[in-house]
């Protein structure tokens, strides 16, 4: 079995400092050849990309297009050549060659440009990023601080600098917290904010940075300061700092739940009519095992109203279906399927691709003991399935875990096994319901596998409502395969 068997409570530690140089440090994600605009290709370099000085440049994606690379660079070329504020050719050239998939011929254009072009800066942020997205650390490290030092004697266009020192900052503090440099990412977190005073990504790093540096006190006042002139845009600052104490290792901040617990009340208290402050102290509650606290915030997100005379507002169509969602899911853990598959339902109408509604619909009418509502789990656990299906996620191994425990449910135990055995061949890991209802699907047949799920699932710390019966049933599985099985 290649399958992972359960998330781990990773939170904003552990592998989440890897993860920050994984989702974008401050480059554009690449887009697809056939949809590269000239806005896109040299946006971030002009004022106006539809200037006809750059018609060029509209030439040379048309070339690209049409995979005449030689005529896209000659073009490339010319249009640096009439305007040499734009990066080298190679340069866009290699964004090109992102956009199309052509990683390899894309890391020669920018070699290239750093041959030909040494004193140009962007090619190394650029390669900085990659080396980050592939966790060569030290190497993206390097690369970042050979940029800055070409970023700040750059003087041929103050916008491409501007957004090259974003970048190349964003890049040297990513880099430094990915090695526990806390001294030097606060450093260049606050650079990079200073030339991006509202940039809400470089404000949270530098939050998060504080924090594992344990300056517990500078964090919340950094974070308090930020969400004070930011409040339309930032969640209050208690929550941030919550989710802080939350994710952090086990004596990491003395007395962290309990202070994770007061700042939660805090800003249920102090933005009683927040529908948004109501919904994460709701999801908190659930996270935590704090059901009674999830319930009365997530009933308070339904029963504001609007009151423009009190500057409030109702939540969101969006916020109302989250807040439905975690109320099924208290209803379900209460054993209430009834309510339960009400609240699912009335998300199911209103988004009927809503991944969570149709699982947890699916699930409700199961354990209803009514043959019609079982045969209708069977429908929409197979829907969603489909939905999900080719996709590789976390949600289709879930969906398909769904399928497996409804189809064994109603006595089509053969169909349920080739679910279950198609999700244990594939690679990925399993939420803790999943790995529990797999775990009671193979307890009879394949004690051993069933075991190699269920006792990682239960050394997560995470809220688990089923855990009693998952610990009884580890119990079980612990006299049929008393020890676990090599890979």
Known sequence: MTTSHVLKK????GSLILAVLVTSLYIMPPTPATGQTVQQLIGSYVRDSSDPQYK?????????RNRDVKNAQASLERAVKANPSLPPANVLLAQLLFGANQAQAAQMALESAAKDFP?????????GDLMARQRSITAAQLLF??????????DRNLLRKKNLQKRVKAGLAATAEAKGDWANAEKYYNEWLKLDPDNASAAARLGRTLFQAKKFKEAYAFIQKYYESHKSTTPRYELTMAQLYES???DFAPGSDRLAKQLIDFAATRDPNNPQTRLAVAQWGMRNGELGLSKTNANAVLSIKDDKAKGIKAASPAVKASAKLLLGQLARYEKDYATAEKLFREVHAQLPTNFQANNYLALSLLAQNDDAKRNEAVSYAQLNNQLVKGSKSAEERQAAITLAWILYSVQREAEAQRVIAQVLNSKGSLNIESAFLAAKMLSDREPSIALRILEPTLKNTAFFPQRKEAEKLLDELKKKAPTTPNK
């Open 10 to 13: 990773t939170g904003l530690f």
């Open 119 to 127: 004193q140009d800066p962007e090619a190394y942020v650029v390669m």
């Open 56 to 64: 060029d440049i509209e030439q040379a994606i048309i070339y690209f």
């Open 248 to 250: 952090a290792p086990k």
């Open 145 to 154: 601080q050979k940029a800055n030092v070409l970023t700040e004697k750059y």
